[in-house]
């Protein structure tokens, strides 16, 4: 059921509930899936940004990281666009996981240091084959997070989030790709994919990370 969220006059988000039941679910079992429950500004913020966005800033998704990232179609074939931290057309999102992130960092004690996010876009008939966010030791996300841009997505569309069990790859639920629905889990433990869809399929993927400093270059780019 969604949770209602309170804006003060300072255009903050007071939702310490829906903060309360993301901590607590991760806490229990490393991950939650709470459907429409995206704080209505938040949403309609990124569905808004999403409306302005230039094509030109879209451009085919890499695997890897750094370096070494690389495109290959035959593991993922959505376009992404990154949200830049100083984006003033997407405030609302850039303020709510923000105080999403301290939020956490007092109540789980994760250290976590930034956010980072990008739009994607799935043609129909695109995919992310299996997949980790992180792998262990190696690399500084920590919890990951989706949500959904997608007003009136029917069962039968497809495009659904396929998590499997971290112990035994067994498939663990598959979430619909809903509008304002929400996702997060530990990014080096769940394995998941996305699956093709028969519509445009919208969302936002981001990442809690800790601060990996490297050659005095704080936090290094993604």
């Given at each position: ?9 300072s255009g ?114 695109d995919f ?82 800790l601060n ?11």
């Open positions: 059921m969604p949770v209602s969220t309170n804006t003060c006059k903050d988000f007071v939702d310490e509930t829906l903060f309360e039941q993301i901590a607590c679910a991760i806490e229990e079992r490393g991950y939650v899936v709470l459907p429409a429950s995206l704080p209505e500004t938040v949403a309609d913020n990124l569905l808004d940004g999403l409306s302005r966005l230039s094509e030109q800033r879209f451009h085919r998704a890499k695997v890897g990281r750094g370096s070494d990232q690389v495109r290959n179609r035959f593991v993922r074939n959505d376009r992404i666009a990154w949200i830049e931290d100083d984006d003033d057309d997407l405030a609302a999102w850039l303020l709510w996981t923000r105080q999403l992130k301290d939020y956490l960092n007092r109540r789980l004690f994760l250290g976590l240091f930034g956010f980072e996010s990008h739009f994607a876009h799935y043609l129909p008939g992310y084959k299996k997949h980790l966010d992180a792998f262990r030791g190696e690399a500084n996300r920590v919890l990951s997070l989706v949500t959904y841009l997608n007003k009136g997505w029917e069962p039968h569309q497809g495009g659904e989030l396929l998590m499997y069990s971290p112990e035994d790859e067994r498939e663990l639920f598959k979430v619909q790709p809903c509008f304002g629905t929400l996702v997060l889990f530990l990014s080096e433990e769940f394995p998941h994919e996305v699956l093709p869809a028969e519509r445009d399929r919208y969302s936002v993927a981001g990442w809690f990370r990996t400093s490297l050659n005095n270059q704080i936090d290094p780019a993604r």
